[in-house]
Each structure stands twice: as structure tokens, then as C-alpha cells.
């Protein structure tokens, strides 16, 4: 069974700074997909960015971007020049091929204060 | 907005209930799941259908089942409720194989 964890509870960045989330994950799987939820208080699920385990190049959408080192099963977000729009609960999220169920971490709160 | 449609958006009710929770899927999007976040366990996925038949069953409780009808919406039911059942409950579609999941804004479910 695959399992995801995400080390960092709470975390807190000033707006406009640069901050890093974690999260590893254990799997047996080859190829697979990685995942990005936020989660802001009005309790959506939005994806924020996705990474394919057979591509070596890091996922980025605008200010978002991960780090992904299969061999270490290491899956980082940076969020940089950080919004206070960013404040959410963020889920590292892992995906089997072949349309199978997300599996989630437990989720790190990040707050950007002003 | 995601396109998936959950309803309700809140639900209140008592012990030994049951409710019906419902969920249209994107346009075009065969898959459906349904997922539990409570405060203690996280996000856990409760079951998946495609195409009007059940994929895969994850952490669902014998007193909850599910369906998925030719039109692709789905119901979540949820019988002999206990407080331990209070929970948001999402629901998530895609269209195939390897593509994200997208979710609809959750069911907020509260038992007195």
C-alpha cells in the first residue's frame, strides 16, 4: 500500500517571501503521479499542480513549482512571492496509473501573513 | 469551478439516520469517487465507480453504499448514523485513466 506523509503541520511565510512544503511518499510503483491540492477555508479542493513520475523535469504553474526526486520519494512544493490568497491547507497527494483513487498526506496548514 | 456538483452543501441530522448525498461529474467524466475528510482521519477515500460500476472500495463502512446511475450522477447513502459520521464528504470525477481528479465543493455532514 502506497503512503503519503507530509512532516510540516503548520507553517507560516510573509507575503512575497519564498516557502517550501514537504512530502515523501512509499510506493513499490514504478510510474505513477504526484499531486498538489490547496485547500483554502472555503473547504474546495483545488489542484494546484501535477507531476508524472516518468518525467525527470519538474512541474510548474506560474509562482508554483515541485521538486521531485523519484529515488528519495520526495515530492516538494515552493510557492514563491507568496499571496495572501495562498493561505490553505495544502494535501500532497499520490495516484497509481490507471484511474485509481488518491491516496493523501495529512496536510500542512500554511499561513501568509502580511 | 470545478463542474462537479455536490448536493447538498450542509446537511444536519440526528442519530440513526440516514441521508442521501448527491454528485454530478464533470461533463464527459466517467469516473467518480467519493472521499471523507474528518478532523481525525484526514481525507480518506471511501469507494470509485466508472461508468455505472464500482472500481474500487477504500475505507467504507457497511452502513454506507453507493451507486452510480446511466446518467453518471452518483449517490452516497449513509445509514444508521453516528456522531462519528460527521465529516465533510467530497466527491471527485475524471475523464479517464491518469487524469486529475477534480472536486466539487464537499457536503458538510453533522450529526446531533
Known amino acids: 500500500a502506497q503512503t503519503v506523509t507530509q512532516s510540516q503541520p503548520e507553517m507560516s511565510v510573509q507575503e512575497a517571501e519564498t516557502v517550501t512544503l514537504s512530502c515523501t511518499y512509499d510506493?513499490?510503483?514504478?510510474?505513477?503521479?504526484l499531486f498538489w491540492y490547496k485547500q483554502p477555508p472555503s473547504r474546495q479542493m483545488i489542484l494546484v499542480i501535477r507531476?508524472?513520475?516518468?518525467?525527470?523535469q519538474n512541474a510548474t504553474e506560474n509562482r508554483f513549482s515541485v521538486n521531485f526526486q523519484k529515488a528519495a520519494k520526495s515530492f516538494s512544493l515552493k510557492i514563491s512571492d507568496s499571496q495572501l490568497g495562498d493561505t490553505a491547507m495544502y494535501f500532497c497527494a499520490f495516484m497509481k496509473l490507471g484511474n485509481t483513487p488518491l491516496v493523501f498526506g495529512k496536510g500542512t496548514r500554511l499561513s501568509v501573513i502580511a | 469551478d470545478s463542474g462537479v456538483t455536490q448536493t447538498p452543501k450542509h446537511l444536519i441530522t440526528a442519530t440513526g439516520q440516514r441521508v442521501t448525498l448527491r454528485c454530478s461529474p464533470r461533463?464527459?467524466?466517467?469516473?467518480v469517487y467519493w472521499y471523507q475528510q474528518s478532523l481525525d482521519q484526514g481525507l480518506q477515500f471511501l469507494i470509485q465507480?466508472?461508468?455505472?460500476?464500482?472500481?474500487a472500495k477504500g475505507n467504507i463502512l457497511e452502513r454506507f453504499s453507493a451507486q452510480q446511475f446511466p446518467d453518471l450522477h452518483s449517490e452516497l447513502n449513509l445509514s444508521s448514523l453516528e456522531l462519528g459520521d460527521s465529516a465533510l464528504y467530497f466527491c471527485?470525477?475524471?475523464?479517464?485513466?491518469?487524469?486529475?481528479?477534480?472536486f466539487g465543493d464537499g457536503t458538510r455532514l453533522s450529526i446531533l
Open positions: 465507480y466508472y461508468n455505472g460500476e464500482e472500481r
Open positions: 507531476q508524472e513520475a516518468y518525467k525527470q
Open positions: 471527485a470525477s475524471s475523464v479517464d485513466s491518469n487524469q486529475p481528479q477534480h
Open positions: 510506493t513499490s510503483e514504478s510510474n505513477y503521479y
Open positions: 461533463s464527459g467524466d466517467l469516473s
